[in-house]
């Protein structure tokens, strides 16, 4: 693994940047298109740390292809077959870039972050231990950090500036702001997607036990999903063989960053501190992995 190989920050000549968020470059295409470059940026407490993860961007770009060939039938993405090359003069930068860069259509996002859960872990149990609920819907008395759940939840949540958290909401509240039918159809959706995906994964041994998608529409209204689908750093993917109930599980993401943090006495605002090599490589090998036994 070669730390000079990764990409910390994109810059494309002759293309206006109009959006960067914790992980991607966004630029405008024309009036139809975008383009999306997924850097190795990581963030940990929604803070994006200093030392980029080699390879992370290729990996996430790869695998949500993957899913979004998977879904196809569900429902249309938001991916194009415009080539890097018709875009980008410079050769070897289109080059560069091909690996972890999409063109896609642009379409006006959901102002939602449409969550789903088949497992209760992370804001949802703790939601569960406040309330016997996560965002509003009752569960049964006595589950275990981990349980799995009697069946799959659609649990919403806002979408947060950047540094800021998510927050939660009920499922009325996503009627209010982007009507009845839609909310409806965003949500079962969101379930038909994951239960396909978690099958899938699971004969593979991977639990995948919660994920967030982001959903657009065109001009005439029609649902796209949009961003990123099934990845590391949007789902929890833990490894079968050793998911136990009762204990927060391993998992195929930034676990090995999180747990050097909280070894420092950071207060977890930015700037973040730098990573050391040992947990950079250890955290490349676990999203290559994920890829791998996703994908084949």
Known sequence: MNKTDA???????????????????????????????????LSAYDVVLPDPIPGKGRVLTELSNFWFRMMKDLIPNHLTDMSLKNIIDDEALAKSLQSRSIVVRRLKPLPIEAVVRGYLIGSGWRDYLETGAVCGI?????LEQASRLPQTIFTPA?????????????FEQVVEMIGEDLANKVR?????IYERAAAYALERGIIIADTKFEFG????????????????????????????VGISPPSFDKQFVRDYLDTLDWDKTAPGPALPAEVLEKTSEKYNEALQILTG
């Open 7 to 41: 990409l910390f920050d994109s810059a494309i000549p002759g293309l206006p940047r109009i959006g960067r968020g914790k992980v991607r470059d966004i630029y405008s295409v024309d009036d139809e298109h975008l383009l999306i470059v997924t850097t190795d940026r």
């Open 138 to 142: 009752p569960l049964p008395e006595g």
């Open 158 to 170: 806002t979408k947060a500036e950047a540094g800021d958290h998510d927050e939660n909401i009920s």
């Open 188 to 192: 079962d959706m969101t379930i038909q």
């Open 217 to 244: 529409q065109d001009e005439e209204g029609r649902l796209y999903i949009i961003d990123e689908i099934l990845t590391p750093d949007s789902s929890r993917f833990w490894p079968l063989e050793q998911y136990r």
